[in-house]
């Protein structure tokens, strides 16, 4: 079955540092790829997906780009604020299909 | 847009009892989906709706689970007695049709403790 994997957490950055949290997923076929991000005190968002290979999502200077040989999907941002500290999700589902697939999450504390 | 409301936001019950959820989607929105997610975990599908019809449901999903989706508009999930390992919180979620349908909008969940 599907799964996804991501790196433990947490991750704790100063301010303005380089973010990178990996993810990589199993799955048949080719999955459409999402990064959700959970604020304190708030549903899960969508931040940025991409749905087939070498496409990239970008959404408020978070990056991510599909990459099928690697079966991967890292999120990146080039310099973090202490309001993007927040819980982020990977997860995936199949074209035709919503449900999704998440890993189990990564917190990220940015610190000023 | 008011989002996806959910309620209660807590629900502490003791072990045998049932209980029922309540999700409200954004009113447009014709896809619903509830997952449930436990401390450390990812959320994980339980169920979803297109609709008033129940198209899916987790092999995970045990028979004291129940969702229904009355008129396509609100839906609610009743666990019937309750057991210590359906402690979690319960998400609902909703997306609407077209390239938008995998842009899901989630509510903040009914934490669920069972004693």
């Known amino acids: 079955g599907d799964s996804v994997t991501q790196m433990e957490g947490p991750v704790t950055l100063s301010e303005e540092a380089f973010l990178t949290i990996n993810c990589t997923y199993t799955a048949t076929g080719y999955p459409s790829l999402f990064w959700y991000v959970q604020y304190p005190g708030e549903g899960l968002q969508l931040l940025l997906k991409a749905t087939k290979a070498d496409d990239k999502g970008s959404n408020k200077g978070f990056e ?10 890292h999120l990146e941002k080039g310099s973090v604020q202490v309001s993007d500290s927040a819980v982020y999700f990977c997860a995936l589902s199949h074209t035709g299909y919503s449900t999704l697939t998440f890993g189990k999450g990564t917190m990220l504390l940015v610190s000023p | 847009d008011t ?31 509830w997952y449930r997610q436990t401390l450390g975990q990812g959320p994980e599908f339980l169920t979803y709706f297109q609709n008033e019809a129940q198209l899916e449901k987790s092999r995970l999903l045990s028979d004291r689970f129940s969702a229904e989706r009355p008129k396509g508009s609100f839906s609610t999930l009743e666990i019937q007695r309750t057991e210590q390992g359906d402690s979690a919180m319960y998400l609902c979620a909703s997306s609407g049709t077209g390239p938008s349908y995998e842009k899901l909008f989630f509510g903040s969940g009914t934490q669920l403790s069972v004693l």
């Open chain 2, 3 to 33: 989002g996806v409301s959910q309620n209660p936001r807590h629900k502490i019950t003791k072990r045998g009892q049932n209980v029922t959820f309540r999700c409200d989607p954004i009113s447009e929105h014709n896809r619903l989906y």
């Open chain 1, 64 to 73: 991510a780009t599909y990459r099928k040989e690697t079966t991967s999907f």
